[in-house]
């Protein structure tokens, strides 16, 4: 049974910094795309970044391009996301995922929430 599992949010000021993390087990997701996403109240959910098999190409979503960086440990099956200069709109609940492309998404993470105050 595949088991993607966050961690690492909680309650920070702007301008502060979170490192989420993603421990994934049932499966062997090395040569998969591993992801963020995240959903803030009210609002669609929104693609953070992404991460080839190798950890060579990532992808940013437009907000958070030169705060958040994505990487992943394929020794560990977990992904990371370091967030700095974090700004109340980085509000949400940060869901990880993992798919063979970043068109297929297949498993979902259970979701860590991110509150960042002015």
């Known amino acids: 049974q595949v088991q993607l599992v966050e961690s690492g949010g909680g309650l920070v000021q702007a301008g502060g910094s979170l490192r989420l993390s993603c421990a994934a087990s049932?499966?062997?997701?090395?040569?998969?795309?591993m992801g963020w996403f995240r959903q803030a109240p009210g609002k669609e959910r929104e693609f953070v970044a992404a991460i080839n098999w190798s950890g060579a190409v990532t992808l940013y979503g437009d907000s958070v391009k030169g705060r958040f960086t994505i990487s992943r440990d394929n020794a560990k099956n977990a992904v990371s996301l370091q967030m700095n200069s974090l700004k109340p709109e980085d509000t949400a609940v940060y869901y990880c995922?993992?798919?063979?492309?970043?068109?297929?998404?297949?498993?979902w993470g259970q979701g860590t929430q991110v509150t960042v105050s002015s």
């Open positions: 049932g499966h062997t997701f090395s040569s998969y795309v």
């Open positions: 995922a993992v798919g063979p492309n970043t068109l297929q998404w297949q498993n």
